[in-house]
Nanobody, 133 residues
Framework: QVRLMESGGGSVEAGKSLRLSCEAS????????AGWFRQVPGKERVGVAAISLRSSTSSYTYYADSVMGRFTVPRDSAGNTHYLQINVNEPEDTDMYYC???????????????????????WGQGTQVTANS
């Protein structure tokens, strides 16, 4: 059984940072994408970042324009855990953050699709991030 578990969320002052984790069990990311999404109640889930580790020295990363320069998906994944580093400085960063996985994402025709919810079959339960002004 595949399980993704996010952690690391919390309440943070604007200008501070958080490091979210996504730990997978029953699933090996390999060179498939780990996608990061966020959502507020009543709105659609939106992709913010994704990473695919292609080798020990190369990776594909993709970011939504809204978070470029503020969010980072580091390569230093530990085992089967991926991370999202968030520099929180906008109220709209207050969201539930989710990670996602799908083995077929290793072979996307366009890496932009790594930010599409339809790319992924497996989802975590989410971790809440609250930005305090």
């Amino acid at each position: 059984q595949v399980r993704l578990m996010e952690s690391g969320g919390g309440s943070v002052e604007a200008g501070k940072s958080l490091r979210l984790s996504c730990e997978a069990s029953g699933y090996t990311f390999g060179d498939s994408y780990a996608g990061w999404f966020r959502q507020v109640p009543g709105k659609e889930r939106v992709g913010v970042a994704a990473i695919s580790l292609r080798s020990s020295t190369s990776s594909y990363t993709y970011y939504a324009d809204s978070v470029m320069g503020r969010f980072t998906v580091p390569r230093d994944s530990a085992g089967n855990t991926h991370y999202l580093q968030i520099n929180v400085n906008e109220p709209e960063d207050t969201d539930m953050y989710y990670c996602a996985a799908d083995p077929s994402s290793a072979n996307l025709n366009d890496n932009k699709w790594s930010l599409r919810t339809s790319t992924y079959k497996y989802w975590g339960q989410g971790t809440q991030v609250t930005a305090n002004s």
